[in-house]
């Protein structure tokens, strides 16, 4: 099948998507695992907000994301199937020997060895999606994939608010480790089908790693557009960081009873979560075909919209009807983020490189954006707490929503050069 015009792709290819989708939501439940436990793990484990800072930041994101970058370009040269699930596998068997873990350090090795696990798949399944789906339907694709996030996110928000009081959060990291070492054997099974391009047969492995590194720098090099949109998603993920401390600032700050909210904020992210990667996709691909203009500037759209919702959610109190308009406005800008803005990646950058440019984006929004997000926020909680400032959690999340707000003229920038680039040629 032809996958340069506006078709739609195959039923092979919507399996191949759902299958991913789903690999993607059991990623997203072991990775959120601690954020929505935070209530459980920290006081158990003696945590301070630092500390906790550290274990859902930098102690996995930094080999989290490094370590993306080597699978994103070993995904453009061999089985990725086979890659995935020996990834799901590895991430899975230590997601379960987490539930062992007695303090900082005892948590923090696993999670380092999750990360390295984890990074495997996006890289990898971005590369089948974007072989599978024309241009036109590449935003659908990837929003529909990215609906692992909320789904994923609201899945482990509600296995802490329903199983957590009656098991117990280490079983409930055994539960979900076992689980995940089920589905890689499933995935294993699925066939590779790499297109075929520059006259090897579809089976063949791609370009060579530095074949692959001269023409990912030669790509990044050549486009300010690239650099912007990958700077714009690294903005918006300051605050993404920032809410792994929502479930403490719910409880904390705001009042709830810590498996309540868990269960309540579950139900949201994901209602409110699959529609925002339902609209990201479908109006984006929408957006182009009808203005002519890039994903970017619908980015730009967007974010000015919600900008001043996200701001209020922070400052209000939760007697408040809009409270609840902000939390659901909250999780439907995650999941609208990722169908554009992955999309618009792919499309600045060469075909080969995909995996690879896709890798090192999610390396730029880990380790910078989620990084600085999370472990800033960790250590400007205590410092406020040191000082005395009341709510120190609002103020920290109302800060960081401020700050990712300078995605919007990173975005407009990206928008503006890449129609002078299409002009151009």
Request: one cysteine or more; charged letters at 10%; a positive charge.
């Amino acid at each position: 099948m032809d996958r340069s015009g506006g078709g739609a792709g195959a039923r092979g290819d919507y399996g191949l998507l759902a299958l991913l989708t789903l690999m993607n939501v059991l990623n997203f439940v072991d990775r959120q695992l601690l954020a929505s436990f935070a209530n459980f793990i920290v006081p158990d484990l003696g945590l301070s907000n630092t500390e906790f800072g550290l274990l859902t930041g930098l102690v996995f994101i930094v080999f989290y994301a490094v370590a993306g970058l080597f699978m994103g370009a070993l995904a453009d040269m061999v089985n990725r199937p086979r890659l995935i699930a020996l990834a799901m596998l590895t991430w899975s068997a230590l997601t379960a020997a987490s539930g062992l873990a007695r303090n900082f350090v005892t948590l923090a090795i696993p999670r380092v060895f999750i990360g390295i696990g984890e990074s495997a798949l996006t890289p990898t399944a971005m590369s089948l999606l974007a072989d599978r789906f024309p241009p036109a339907r590449l935003g659908f694709a990837a929003g529909f994939y990215y609906m692992g996030v909320p789904i994923g996110v609201g899945v482990s928000l509600l296995v802490a608010g329903v199983l957590g009081p009656a098991i117990g959060w280490r079983n409930c990291f055994f539960l979900l480790g076992a689980i995940g070492v089920l589905f890689a054997f499933v995935v294993f099974r699925v066939k590779e089908t790499r297109p075929a391009r520059k006259g090897l047969a579809a089976q063949d492995r791609g370009p060579g790693l530095r074949a692959l590194i001269g023409i990912f720098l030669k790509a990044l090099k050549a486009s300010p557009a690239l650099q912007l949109t990958i700077l714009g998603g690294v903005c918006v993920h300051f605050v993404l960081g920032a809410a792994a401390f929502d479930q403490l600032w719910f409880v904390q700050e705001r009042g709830f009873e810590r498996a309540e909210i868990a269960v309540i904020t579950g139900i949201i992210a994901c209602f409110a979560g699959v529609a925002g990667n339902l609209f990201g996709g479908l109006a984006s691909d929408r957006w182009v075909a009808a203005t002519g203009q890039s994903r970017t500037m619908f980015m730009v759209w967007l974010l000015a919209a919600l900008l001043p919702i996200n701001l209020t959610y922070r400052l209000i109190d939760p007697g408040n009807p809009l409270f609840w308009f902000c939390v659901v406005t909250a999780f439907f800008q995650l999941g609208a983020f990722y169908g554009p803005t992955f999309s618009a990646v792919q499309e600045l950058c060469p075909p080969q490189v995909r995996s690879t440019v896709v890798a090192f984006y999610i390396m730029a929004l880990n380790v910078v954006g989620l990084g600085l997000g999370i472990t800033g926020s960790g250590i400007m909680v205590d410092a406020l707490i040191a000082r005395g400032i009341e709510a120190p959690y609002s103020w920290t999340l109302f800060s960081f929503t401020l700050l990712s707000a300078l995605a919007i003229p990173c975005y407009f920038a990206a928008a503006r050069l890449s129609r002078r680039a299409a002009s151009a040629t």
